[in-house]
Nanobody
Framework: FQLQASGGGLVQPGGSLRLSCAASGLTFDDYAIGWFRQAPGKEREGVSC????????YYADFVKGRFTISRDNAKNTVYLQMDSLKPEDTAVYYC????????????????WGQGTQVTVSS
């Protein structure tokens, strides 16, 4: 399996970014996808996840109302639209996949992408 996260960058507070997670080597619509982040000196934490069919989504409280997860199974890609970004959203963002239910616990995920840096700063 291969997961490729992209779309990170430097953005001002209040700005937006859209992250993409492109998958290959798996039957994509059998797998849930999660987005996680890790800031320097902090543990990796769940941001959002989406079920294999896209009909169930979960969000961490700190991103509810600001981030939106979606997936396009025809393109083997999951997106994370991030709006109203805050400096505390600065982190490396990772996507990961697991067979079965969408969960927010990073320990439940089997395959990980390489991460993309998101920096929110003026």
């Amino acid at each position: 399996f291969q997961l490729q996260a992209s779309g990170g960058g430097l953005v001002q507070p209040g700005g937006s970014l859209r992250l993409s997670c492109a998958a290959s080597g798996l039957t994509f619509d059998d797998y849930a996808i999660g987005w996680f982040r890790q800031a320097p000196g902090k543990e990796r934490e769940g941001v959002s996840c989406i079920s294999s069919r896209g009909d169930t989504t979960y969000y961490a409280d700190f991103v509810k109302g600001r981030f939106t997860i979606s997936r396009d199974n025809a393109k083997n890609t999951v997106y994370l639209q991030m709006d109203s970004l805050k400096p505390e959203d600065t982190a490396v963002y990772y996507c990961a996949t697991r067979w079965g239910l969408a969960l927010m616990d990073p320990e439940s995920y089997e395959y990980w992408g390489q991460g993309t840096q998101v920096t929110v700063s003026s």
